[in-house]
């Protein structure tokens, strides 16, 4: 068991601003008219993934942190929740303006044991899309009177973009995904999110969502501070690995498949998103066929594997 991927069903999720590009380009059995997220490796309370294959089958990911630490490197029983969090989101509306707490303000205010830190893979663009990231304020105090003003146009950076580009949103960042736009979003395993501006639109009901302008403004970073990653590629086989971001929560890369490799295991887990093509890896003495829209973990305890076949996949890790 030790030694097996734990592949993972997506939990979906609802959202305004949804659509179904999630079925159409993914193949998903989407729910919803308006589904905007897949929770494709989860152990959050609000949609936890669950197991499909093995001895933990049907089991979800938070039971397998519980009851299994071994299988990814857990210190101690009492170690926080699982810390990180995969999800696919099509944004077939503009999404809101929002930002979120470090681990501070979220244990102190909400409760809650981690902030929000994330990054975005895109996977698709359509022409024109472009996202938020930032804001042109100096001060605090010329912030929160853009807010309270409504000077959207004036205090919001917008950055256009197209597939295959990658953006680092520690906490503290007001962001946006625009219309148009499909990632995969790697965070801490989080669900606080404070909204700063919804274009004044109306539900099911009529009604406007809420925001949340008052613990915007206390968590916003000001002035805005561009988040820069050094991107490093190496090649080892036929697998060409792109390094994109290192940081304190978790460290993403880029694997680009074209043949074979045999690789070590050397994290206290990896979660792997196939996010084209397909492979096959052997772990343990067993191989699993890999395909656009698998997810899995490698658990601590994988020793050597391979993947041969053509694919691209995002993976990351806690550092």
């Known amino acids: ?136 304020a100096v001060t605090r105090e010329e912030l929160e009177k853009m ?42 395993s989080s669900d606080i999110t404070y909204r700063v501006y ?5 539900d099911a009901k009529g009604e406007k969502r809420e925001l949340h302008l008052e613990r915007a403004k206390q968590v916003t970073t000001v002035p805005h501070q561009p988040a820069h990653t050094e991107q490093e590629e190496r090649v080892n086989g036929g697998l060409t690995e792109k390094r994109l971001v290192e940081a304190d929560y978790f460290c993403v890369a880029h694997w680009q498949l074209d043949g074979s490799v045999s690789r070590k295991l050397t994290e206290d887990f990896l979660q792997v998103s196939v996010i084209s093509g397909q492979a096959e890896l052997t772990a343990g003495e067993e191989s699993y066929h890999l395909e656009k829209g698998m997810h899995f973990i490698l658990p601590h305890q994988t020793g050597e594997y391979s993947l041969d076949g053509s694919a691209q996949f995002v993976v990351s890790w806690t550092p």
């Open 1 to 136: 068991m030790n030694k097996q991927p734990i592949f993972l069903q997506p939990v979906f999720q609802e959202r305004i601003w949804g659509g179904q590009k999630l079925h159409t380009d993914y193949d998903y059995d989407v729910p919803f008219e308006k589904t905007g997220e897949a929770w494709v490796i989860s152990a959050h309370p609000n949609g936890p993934s669950t197991i499909t294959n093995g001895m933990l089958k049907g089991k979800t990911l938070k039971d397998a942190w519980e009851e299994h630490g071994e299988l990814f490197n857990k210190k101690k029983e009492t170690d926080e929740e699982y810390p990180l969090l995969v999800k696919m989101l099509d944004a077939n509306d503009d999404l809101s303006v929002q930002v979120h707490p470090d681990d501070q303000f979220a244990r102190e205010i909400e409760g809650q044991p981690y902030g929000k830190t994330e990054c975005w893979y895109v996977l698709e663009a359509e022409p024109g899309a472009e996202l938020i990231l930032g804001h042109h």
């Open 147 to 188: 807010m309270d003003s409504g000077q959207w146009g004036d205090l919001l950076q917008r950055v256009p973009v197209t597939a295959g580009d990658f953006f680092y949103v520690p906490s503290g960042t007001i962001h946006a995904i625009g219309k148009g736009i499909v990632i995969l979003e790697t965070q801490q």
């Open 198 to 202: 919804d274009y004044d639109r109306t």
